[in-house]
Every structure is written in C-alpha cells, then in structure tokens.
C-alpha cells in the first residue's frame, strides 16, 4: 500500500524540483508538523488519504457489481523520467488495458516495449 501510495504521489523527488512555491524537494522533505522526512515514503496524512481513497474505489466496485481484470501487457510507453529533459529514456507498464472477466475472456494481446528494446531506448510518442 505505502508503494502504491508513493508512486501515486510521485514521491521519487523527480518532480517538482523548480517549484517556485517552497514545493519540490524542500516541501517533500517536511512532514504535516514540519519535521524532516524521507521524500520517498508519505507522511501519515497521506497514506491515511490514499487508502481512504483506495478504499473508496473497491467498494464503488463492488458496490456496482463490476469486476475488472487486467491485461498483464509489459511496459507500454517510453519517454524521459518524470520531471526530466534529458535521457536515459525510462519505460512505464501502464495499466489501462482492463475487461471484463464475467463476460469476455482474453485471448490473446499484442507484445510490448518488452520485444522492441530499440523503441524503448530511443523513447516513444504518447
């Protein structure tokens, strides 16, 4: 949970480094009391915020009846890391390829950045 959390929030310091505001990296560094804190773990209040949320949409789920599954493709987009200008390029497996179990059954699925290693290198558009 705490890892789902993490990369939810982008807590890897990647981001928001520039942040003209007292974000970024400073900001990560500081707990809800101004304590100093790892920037990749989230603070009690978010974690608490995310489950909460997490827990929201389960129930929703199962409040709808609706059971999804995932197509378990691999890494699906290539591009700079989050919050950078330069390479090396990094993959990402994004998980938007969902059915529905109950009355489709996947056959098969097209290969991913797993096959084309040069596509992944070189990066991919959106």
């Known amino acids: 949970m705490i890892q789902a959390c993490r990369h939810a929030l982008r807590l890897d310091g990647s981001e928001g480094e520039d942040d003209e505001e007292g974000g970024g990296e400073a900001a990560a560094k500081r707990g809800s009391n101004s304590a100093v804190v790892d920037p990749g773990i989230p603070t009690d209040k978010q974690l608490e915020e995310w489950k909460a949320l997490w827990n929201r949409a389960a129930d929703s789920a199962r409040g709808h009846r609706v059971a999804l599954s995932r197509?378990?493709?691999?890494?699906?987009?290539?591009?700079?890391?989050?919050?950078?200008?330069?390479?090396?390029?990094?993959?990402?497996r994004l998980d938007h390829v969902l059915y529905t179990a109950r009355t489709l059954r996947l056959r098969r699925y097209w290969s991913t950045l797993e096959t084309d290693p040069e596509g992944a290198a070189a990066g991919l558009p959106n």
């Open 71 to 92: 197509v378990l493709t691999g890494p699906t987009r290539a591009a700079f890391d989050h919050g950078k200008s330069e390479g090396p390029c990094v993959t990402w």
